[in-house]
Structures are given as structure tokens and as C-alpha cells.
């Protein structure tokens, strides 16, 4: 029986490449010269840190830009409430999202499940699979994910006929 996976993975060596350049631009710019503006990089966060907000907000732009230029989508990142940090600074977590969540996952089934099209899904772990039947009702339900408006980037795959 034909199926498919629907994974939301992210590509941590883009993530830090993204980082990397991000720290380097900030470094360089003369608008930021003498500030405590920078970017740190754990393994499941990122987090900002600034002068006052508007600094941020600059920083967290930069990181936006080279993360989109890295091919990264912005839909990874789960902003954090803004925060007071030492020395008059400010701070920002930005959690990075990986695999499909069970909230998530509901989403996508009940999405698939409106299609009406003769498919089964379930949530497996941190991915949803999805069955049919035939593979053109496969491929309807990626186009119908595509154009959803779920907050992840989904993949899709091990496409088996």
C-alpha cells in the first residue's frame, strides 16, 4: 500500500552557518560598534541579546536575513517573551522547532481527513504517515499540505508505492 511521511526537520549545520555569519555582521557594523548586541546558539535554542529592544529588533533581523539566505525557513523559530537581562540588556530566546508536534499533527490529520479523499493518517512520534490507496490521492493531499497554512515547514518522505 502506498504511503508517505510528513517530517518537520531542520538542518542544524545551515542553523549555525546562519549564526556564524549573523555574529560577524553584527561585529562589523558601525551602528553596533562598543554595543552588547550578540547571538548565542545552544542545541534547541537561540538566543538574542541586545542594548534595548529597537537593538534587538535590528539583531533579530539580521539573524531572519541569514537564516532565509541559508535556505532556512523562519517557521523554525518560536520566539520567547523579551527580557531583562544583566547590565541594562535585553533578551530573547528564540526556541528552535523540530519534528511534528501531537498539536500539530492533529492539525494535519483533520486537514487530510477534509480532503475527503480515500486516505488514512496517524501520528507517529514526532512525524504523521499517511496511506492510500492510490498514489495521484498521495500526491493531492502534499499539494492540499502545501498551500495549508500549518505553522511548520513540513517534508515529505519515504514515498513508498
Known amino acids: 500500500m502506498p504511503s508517505f511521511d510528513i517530517v518537520s526537520k531542520l538542518d542544524l549545520q545551515e542553523v549555525d552557518n546562519a549564526v556564524n555569519i549573523a555574529k560577524k555582521e553584527i561585529a562589523n557594523r ?5 554595543s552588547k ?4 546558539l545552544t542545541k ?3 538566543t538574542l541579546i541586545a542594548d534595548d529592544e529597537p537593538k534587538l529588533l535590528q539583531v533579530k533581523d539580521i539573524l531572519e536575513s541569514k537564516l532565509t539566505k541559508r535556505g532556512v525557513s523562519l517557521l523554525v ?3 520567547q517573551k523579551l527580557e531583562d537581562a ?3 540588556t535585553v533578551r530573547q530566546k528564540a526556541k528552535l522547532r523540530q519534528g511534528v508536534d501531537k498539536e500539530n499533527g492533529k492539525k494535519i490529520i483533520q486537514l487530510i481527513k477534509d480532503t475527503k479523499l480515500k486516505v488514512q493518517a496517524q501520528i507517529m512520534d514526532d512525524q504523521v504517515r499517511v496511506t492510500g490507496k492510490k498514489i495521484d490521492d ?9 498551500t495549508s497554512q500549518v505553522p511548520l515547514p513540513l517534508q515529505y518522505v519515504n514515498m513508498r508505492s
Request: hydrophobic letters at 45%; aromatic letters at 12%.
Open 30 to 34: 558601525f551602528d553596533f560598534k562598543g
Open 37 to 40: 548586541a550578540s547571538i548565542e
Open 44 to 46: 534547541e535554542e537561540i
Open 77 to 79: 523559530l518560536d520566539y
Open 86 to 88: 544583566t547590565l541594562g
Open 138 to 146: 498521495l500526491q493531492e493531499v502534499m499539494g492540499v499540505l502545501r
